[in-house]
């Protein structure tokens, strides 16, 4: 079954480093997001992403964020300077259809020390 | 406002025992969708189901099913004999038709332990 996948599945960094997570979304799927979730929490949004561009995103998704499909098949989330309320689980989903049902990747666990 | 409330933070039951776990939402939209994701313990996260706002047929698969009411803005899934391996975190979460780019609004999940 297809699935999403992410790398790395865990990365520890110093406050100011920038991070890039990946992630390969399902193959024929055509949208794509970024979801966080801190430590124990809820599952926040992001971002959305469709042909080549944002097509949404909240209000976490500040300066310091940027996402790029850089080919046909990774999609990528950059973090330029990191803080430490950047620490948790990220997660990149894809869906087929912009209502579809949303599949989620196994998540990067970011660390931010 | 759009948003998605669990209020059971969390639940312990006994293996067999049947469980229910509730979701309430708030919409403005009249055409949306309602999932249930399960989070176990190794952190990804599963999807269970999808529905959409209007089809309020009651859906059971397997051991799992699930009650959507609209009158009440409700969507509640209930596992029936529970089993230690439907120990984990579930989330309802709320998508609409209109507006955003299909991006999911979750509930901060019920954590739902199952004790042998």
């Known amino acids: 079954e297809p699935e999403v996948t992410q790398t790395p599945s865990h990365q520890v960094t110093q406050m100011g480093q920038e991070v890039i997570l990946r992630c390969v979304p399902i193959?024929?799927?055509?949208?794509f997001y970024w979801y966080r979730q801190i430590l124990g929490q809820k599952v926040e949004f992001l971002v959305s992403?469709?042909?080549?561009?944002?097509?949404?995103k909240s209000e976490i998704f500040d300066d310091q964020f940027s996402v790029e499909r850089p080919d046909g098949s990774n999609f990528t989330l950059k973090i330029r300077s990191t803080k430490l309320e950047d620490s948790a689980m990220y997660f990149c989903?894809?869906?087929?259809?912009?209502?579809?049902?949303?599949?989620f990747g196994p998540g990067t666990r970011l660390l931010v020390l | 406002a759009q948003k998605v409330t669990q209020a059971q933070t969390e639940i312990s039951v006994v293996e067999k025992e049947d469980v229910t776990l509730d979701c309430v939402y708030e919409?403005?939209?009249?055409?949306?969708?309602l999932f249930w994701y399960k989070q176990p313990p190794s952190g990804e996260l599963v999807f269970l189901i999808r529905?959409?706002?209007?089809?309020?047929q009651n859906e059971i698969s397997g051991r799992y099913s699930w009650n959507f009411q609209k009158s009440t803005s409700s969507f509640n899934f209930t596992i029936t004999a529970s089993q230690v391996v439907d120990s984990a975190v579930y989330f309802c979460?709320?998508?609409?038709?209109?507006?955003?780019?299909?991006?999911?609004?979750f509930g901060k999940g019920t954590k739902l332990s199952v004790k042998p």
């Open positions: 979460a709320l998508m609409n038709y209109g507006g955003s780019q299909g991006n999911l609004i």
């Open positions: 193959s024929n799927h055509l949208y």
């Open positions: 989903a894809s869906s087929e259809a912009r209502v579809g049902t949303t599949y």
């Open positions: 992403f469709y042909n080549n561009e944002i097509s949404e």
């Open positions: 919409t403005r939209d009249t055409t949306y969708y």
């Open positions: 529905r959409n706002s209007f089809d309020e």
